[in-house]
């Protein structure tokens, strides 16, 4: 949701210059990384995805019990299309945050065989298509 407001605003980048700021600010605090990761997995890029896995793991290995993290962990391995790998994740964000309402709905979109997580579409703007069709040579 937060990923789709600022996209819908046009301030994806803005948002993410913000957040990127600062985790290297305070990199202890996982938050940060988090939000940012979050954000990056909705990237159609794929480079921006697995930026986001890292950031994922880090925080993992930073902070084990991370409900948060585990279930990004899911997203991750849900995008790579390996769906077991984030069932486990999902549960086991699970267990160290059993009311959590977002890893609850994830395993049911997994188990109807929807993503977690929608990545964005991002318009090609007519300075990206024309400068597209000049490298294409239409």
């Given at each position: 949701a937060f990923a789709a407001h600022v996209e819908s605003d046009g301030a994806f980048a803005a948002a993410l210059a913000a957040?990127?700021?600062a985790a290297e600010i305070a990199p202890t605090v996982s938050a940060f990384s988090l939000l940012v990761a979050r954000l990056l997995l909705t990237s159609p890029e794929q480079r921006q995805r697995d930026e986001a896995a890292s950031l994922?793991?880090?925080?993992?290995r930073q902070d084990h019990a991370n409900p948060g993290a585990y279930f990004l962990r899911a997203v991750v391995h849900d995008q790579r299309g390996r769906r077991e790998e984030a069932k486990a994740a999902l549960r086991r964000c699970l267990v160290f945050d059993a009311s959590n309402a977002e890893a609850t709905t994830a395993l049911s979109r997994l188990e109807g065989g929807e993503p977690i997580l929608t990545i964005r579409e991002v318009a090609a703007t007519s300075s990206t298509r024309s400068l597209l069709d000049k490298l294409l040579k239409r």
């Open positions: 957040l990127r700021a994922v793991e880090r925080v993992i």
